[in-house]
């Protein structure tokens, strides 16, 4: 999202976006943005996203697959009940090989007996459940960058150890034409890395809610041997906070929250030339207009049915930047259509707002 620095883009990123026509480009005013390199069509896919953590929302969570996020019952999947996780009996999944994933991701961590103190949290206030959503996610992005950054350091020993020799064919770009790419974990790591945490730009309250998440987190046994620190997750909760991404079913209705780093790395404008869908947990960046190379690529972050008052206030208080899009200013024929269309009093009046 606009969230993003401008930061040398590594060779695995850089790869994956050259696969589908896409290019980092610095921005003076954004830090930088995602620009097409080919004619991408309407109607076409701009790139795909996987997470790197999910998370259901607790009403849904019997309803979808809790690691694929698909629904049963649609048209394309099978019709047979969700199975429900016979130890926790708090997670349900679609098949068993949804479950084997879920586990060797991490459910093997979270998977436990409810005790009678548990069944209790069920009855906790609204801001409780928040607080063990935040740690859920929380849990799972930090298990997936232990992994990632284990690994690495293996490979840089073991690159190390042979002389250098390993990595001739890293780059990527010998090549003139590149077939697309699917989204390797170095890539997902690569572009959550690069995101923006603002740090004491969040409010008092805030920051404190990031460090009770983070201090919870590290208590778990599964994190005890982490390379990560408590201040390097609460800078992944600074991340979550201005990139994370409401999971939709095919009717629109929120099922849950993921972290999406590819997604997160186009802007956001109020007038945008793609959108964002989902197939079941995997994100879609779809083209809404033919996008011409050298031009940028941008979602909205909000509902831009919103009056311009609405839209800036919300990105402002949670993505902290001032949009300066066409339909956000009056030196263009689409800012003075928009500043026209008034402002919502009607809802303010009312409570909505």
Same mark, same amino acid.
Request: net charge negative; glycine share 6%.
């Given at each position: 999202?606009?969230?993003?620095t401008a930061?040398?883009?590594?060779?695995?990123?850089?790869?994956?976006?050259?696969?589908?026509s896409?290019a980092?480009?610095?921005?003076?005013?954004k830090?930088?943005?995602?620009v097409?390199?080919?004619?991408?069509e309407?109607?076409?896919?701009?790139t795909? %996203? #996987?997470?790197?953590? =999910?998370?259901?929302?607790?009403?849904? +969570?019997?309803?979808?697959?809790?690691? !694929?996020?698909?629904?049963?019952?649609? %048209? #394309?999947?099978s019709? =047979?009940?969700?199975?429900?996780?016979? +130890?926790?009996?708090?997670a349900?999944? !679609?098949?068993?090989?949804?479950?084997?994933?879920?586990?060797?991701?991490y459910?093997?961590?979270v998977?436990?007996?409810k005790?009678?103190?548990?069944?209790?949290?069920?009855?906790?206030?609204?801001e409780k459940?928040?607080?063990?959503?935040?740690?859920?996610?929380?849990?799972?992005?930090a298990?997936?960058?232990t992994?990632?950054h284990?690994?690495?350091?293996k490979m840089?020993?073991?690159e190390e150890?042979?002389?250098g020799?390993?990595?001739s064919s890293?780059n990527?770009h010998d090549?003139e034409?590149?077939?697309?790419?699917?989204?390797?974990?170095?890539?997902?790591?690569?572009?959550?890395e690069?995101?923006?945490d603002?740090?004491?730009?969040?409010?008092?309250?805030?920051?404190?809610?990031f460090?009770k998440?983070a201090?919870r987190?590290?208590?778990k046994?599964?994190?005890?041997?982490?390379?990560l620190t408590q201040?390097?997750?609460?800078?992944?909760m600074?991340?979550?906070?201005?990139?994370?991404?409401?999971?939709?079913?095919q009717?629109?209705?929120a099922?849950?929250?993921?972290?999406y780093p590819?997604?997160?790395?186009?802007?956001?404008?109020?007038?945008?030339?793609?959108?964002?869908?989902?197939?079941?947990?995997?994100?879609?960046?779809?083209a809404?207009?033919?996008?011409?190379p050298g031009?940028e690529?941008?979602?909205?972050?909000v509902?831009i049915?919103?009056?311009r008052?609405?839209?800036k206030q919300t990105?402002?208080?949670?993505?902290?930047f001032?949009?300066?899009?066409?339909?956000?200013?009056?030196d263009?024929?689409?800012?003075?259509?928009?500043?026209?269309?008034?402002?919502?009093i009607?809802?303010?009046r009312?409570g909505i707002y």
């Amino acid at each position: 999202m606009t969230t993003t620095t401008a930061t040398t883009t590594t060779a695995a990123l850089q790869k994956y976006l050259s696969s589908y026509s896409l290019a980092l480009a610095e921005d003076p005013s954004k830090g930088r943005k995602v620009v097409a390199t080919s004619l991408i069509e309407r109607g076409s896919i701009v790139t795909t %996203s #996987q997470p790197l953590g =999910t998370v259901p929302l607790k009403a849904h +969570r019997n309803e979808f697959c809790n690691y !694929c996020f698909r629904k049963l019952g649609a %048209s #394309q999947y099978s019709t =047979t009940p969700l199975k429900r996780c016979s +130890r926790c009996k708090s997670a349900y999944f !679609c098949d068993m090989n949804c479950f084997k994933n879920a586990w060797l991701s991490y459910h093997q961590y979270v998977c436990r007996p409810k005790s009678s103190d548990e069944g209790e949290e069920d009855d906790e206030d609204k801001e409780k459940d928040v607080l063990s959503m935040d740690v859920e996610m929380l849990e799972r992005v930090a298990l997936n960058a232990t992994r990632y950054h284990k690994r690495k350091a293996k490979m840089d020993q073991e690159e190390e150890e042979g002389g250098g020799s390993g990595s001739s064919s890293s780059n990527g770009h010998d090549e003139e034409h590149v077939e697309q790419e699917e989204e390797s974990v170095e890539v997902t790591m690569e572009a959550f890395e690069s995101l923006m945490d603002h740090g004491n730009k969040h409010s008092r309250h805030v920051q404190e809610h990031f460090a009770k998440v983070a201090q919870r987190a590290m208590s778990k046994t599964y994190l005890e041997d982490t390379p990560l620190t408590q201040q390097d997750l609460i800078r992944f909760m600074g991340r979550f906070r201005c990139n994370n991404f409401s999971i939709y079913d095919q009717q629109l209705f929120a099922i849950g929250e993921g972290t999406y780093p590819v997604a997160s790395l186009f802007n956001h404008d109020c007038r945008p030339n793609a959108a964002i869908l989902f197939d079941g947990a995997l994100l879609m960046v779809k083209a809404i207009d033919d996008i011409e190379p050298g031009h940028e690529i941008t979602v909205a972050y909000v509902d831009i049915a919103h009056s311009r008052t609405v839209r800036k206030q919300t990105l402002k208080d949670k993505y902290y930047f001032e949009c300066r899009c066409d339909r956000c200013r009056d030196d263009n024929p689409v800012g003075r259509i928009d500043a026209m269309l008034g402002e919502e009093i009607y809802w303010k009046r009312i409570g909505i707002y």
